[in-house]
């Protein structure tokens, strides 16, 4: 990995969290950043992804909207460690700037 900035954050903030609620905590059920982006590609990778959502009402047959939403997104991994400006160089020093799709 680039740098170890993902990994000492959230070692911190666990500890930090711990400490807070010690008193009534009877189990940690989760302790992480949110959207883990999985990549099956060997390389330097941004461990976590931004989701970019685009929500719509789709027209009904006589034209005005649906009362529910429409849902699309998209995941985008981040090229550069958004905490010490590392680049992620990607699988064998390739450009780490893809998107992927996660549904
Ligand atoms: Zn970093």
């Known amino acids: ?3 170890n900035c993902f990994e000492k954050i959230s070692n911190d903030l666990d500890q930090r969290f711990r400490e807070a609620v010690k008193e009534n905590c009877v ?4 302790s992480e950043f949110e959207n883990h982006g999985f990549v099956i590609a060997k390389g330097d990778w941004s461990p976590i ?3 970019y959502i685009f929500r719509y009402r789709k027209a009904k047959k006589n034209g005005s909207p649906e009362v529910r939403c429409t849902n699309l997104e998209n995941s985008v991994f981040m090229s550069y460690c958004p905490f010490c400006g590392t680049k992620f160089e990607g699988e064998d020093g390739k450009n780490a700037e893809i998107q992927a799709t996660f549904k």
């Open 1 to 3: 990995m680039a740098c």
């Open 27 to 30: 189990e940690v059920v989760e």
């Open 49 to 51: 992804y931004l989701k």
